[in-house]
């Protein structure tokens, strides 16, 4: 069975794992949906356009800023009045004033692109009203581990218990922050902000969405609510770590 280490993780390059990316993106937008504020909010979306999480908040009658750098979308035909996108860099929100969202979406793995991941999460939670959520995902330092050795990275591997920061290199000249779970809370918490849980993206392997949705197709649902119900469990595990946040209050 493919490996979904091995693969890069932009679902687009992966067509050996189309059926588990397929998967992976319904589970992303179930686990959204689930999160979004009950009552109309304003919402930042720090995520980047490939997310479509803006779209999606505006779509559940939330209104929303998405934030795009200057090679963003130059299109506006899916925005909607409640849609807004506003040119800024993600990691300096100087644009907005304190306090001024009720919410923010970081995810697409934007804070494990952003390397100084504590200035990105002290600026969103700046601009977060007290009680204001965050919804974040990161690249786990399982992933990031594998992609050392993968790349037979011994050296930088053996240095990954101890290290307070681990940057690790694509082959395609990026490079990634990744997180232990602890590391995440405590990055967290130390922004003033309050931990609500954290969690693997899924826990359910490659392999076993290829077999089961090649069994059947119409299982695709039902492994996205298995998702959705199981319990946090280990939180080391998984490519991705998916955590909620709350601004403590003032």
């Not at 939330?62 to 040119?87: K, S």
Request: net charge negative; charged share 20%.
């Amino acid at each position: 069975m493919p490996s979904v280490v091995g693969a890069r993780q932009d679902p687009d390059d992966a067509d050996s794992l189309a059926k588990y990316w397929t998967f992976y993106r319904a589970v992303a937008a179930a686990q959204l949906t689930r999160w979004l504020p009950r009552r109309p909010a304003l919402i930042l979306d720090v995520s980047g356009p490939r997310a479509r999480c803006a779209q999606q908040a505006a779509a559940a009658g939330h209104r929303v800023v998405e934030v795009v750098d200057a090679h963003g979308p130059a299109d506006h035909d899916d925005l909607t009045g409640d849609h807004h996108r506003v040119i800024a860099e993600a990691h300096t929100l100087g644009f907005l004033a304190d306090g001024s969202v009720d919410a923010v979406i970081a995810e697409n793995r934007m804070l494990s692109r952003h390397l100084v991941t504590e200035s990105t999460v002290g600026e969103i939670a700046r601009v977060l009203a007290p009680g204001g959520r965050l919804l974040l995902s990161v690249d786990s330092l399982m992933l990031g581990m594998a992609i050392l050795a993968e790349q037979n990275h011994w050296a930088q591997l053996s240095d990954v218990p101890s290290a307070e920061v681990v940057l690790v290199p694509w082959p395609d000249g990026t490079i990634t922050r990744c997180f232990w779970a602890d590391q995440l809370r405590e990055l967290l918490t130390d922004a003033g902000l309050e931990v609500e849980w954290i969690r693997p993206r899924t826990v359910l392997s490659p392999s076993a969405v290829d077999h089961v949705v090649s069994v059947n197709p119409d299982a695709l649902a039902q492994l996205v609510q298995t998702e959705l119900t199981a319990p946090l469990g280990d939180e080391s595990v998984g490519i991705h770590l998916v955590a909620s946040a709350r601004r403590i209050s003032a």
